[in-house]
């Protein structure tokens, strides 16, 4: 069956960075691609962005253009979201999802990893 | 693409249907023909889960009370008799990327 298995929460202090990772398995990982989203304490869902196993496609949210890098290792099927210069307000359950294509359906998450960000 | 949900709250009684919706600030048609409005639950405590996909598809195993209707930048997620286990709050997402700011469930 589909799984999308994410790394255990972290603690980090401000100005650190955190890398999540997204270990998949029961499909084809190469055809496919990987949103990352977020939900603040008490908050909504929010994007990130989305990376290809497929055709190397990548898409940053505005917001986290110059803090986010997302990466693929095809050999492990395993995606990977990382933020730098963390800061307080970064605390949040951070996801991922699957989908064939950044216009298409999400469809399978994983179960989220915890990121908390405190002196 | 921004896309508006209302209400923020919907107080239900169990057994009674319920009803959200979701604009989106330009046409979700794709080029491809499809629409790729997808409705996810997201329970207490749990990862987001997707219901409905292509407006009015419903997900491997998502109960048939669920359905979603629409079209271009006007959709609905229906519940026909809520239950206990339907608490949570709903979200319409475009794609990949835009989400709604979702909408709590609760029982009355």
């Known amino acids: 069956q589909v799984q999308l298995v994410q790394s255990g929460g972290e603690v980090k202090k401000p100005g650190a960075s955190v890398k999540v990772s997204c270990k998949t398995s029961?499909?084809?990982?190469?055809?496919?691609?990987f949103t990352w989203v977020r939900q603040a304490p008490g908050q909504g869902l929010e994007w990130i962005g989305w990376?290809?196993?497929?055709?190397?496609?990548?898409k940053y949210a505005q917001k986290f253009q110059d803090r986010v890098t997302m990466t693929i290792d095809t050999s492990t099927s395993t995606a990977y979201m990382e933020l730098r210069s963390l800061r307080s307000d970064d605390t949040a359950m951070y996801y991922c999802?699957?989908?064939?294509?950044?216009?298409?359906?999400?469809?399978?998450w994983g179960q989220g990893t915890l990121v908390t960000v405190s002196a | 693409i921004v896309m508006t949900q209302t209400p923020l709250t919907s107080p239900v009684t169990l057994g009674q249907p319920a009803s959200i919706s979701c604009r989106s600030s330009e046409s979700l048609v794709h080029s491809d023909g499809n629409t790729y409005l997808s409705w996810i639950q997201q329970r207490p405590g749990q990862p987001p889960r997707l219901l409905i996909y292509k407006i009015s598809n419903r997900f491997s195993g998502v109960p048939d009370r669920f359905s979603g209707s629409g079209a271009e930048t006007d959709f609905t997620l229906k519940i026909s008799r809520v239950e206990a286990e339907d608490v949570g709050v709903y979200y319409c997402m475009q794609a990949t990327h835009s989400l709604g700011q979702g909408t709590r469930l609760e029982i009355e």
């Open positions: 990376s290809s196993a497929y055709n190397g496609e990548i």
């Open positions: 999802a699957r989908a064939a294509s950044v216009a298409g359906t999400t469809d399978y």
């Open positions: 029961g499909f084809r990982f190469n055809i496919y691609g």
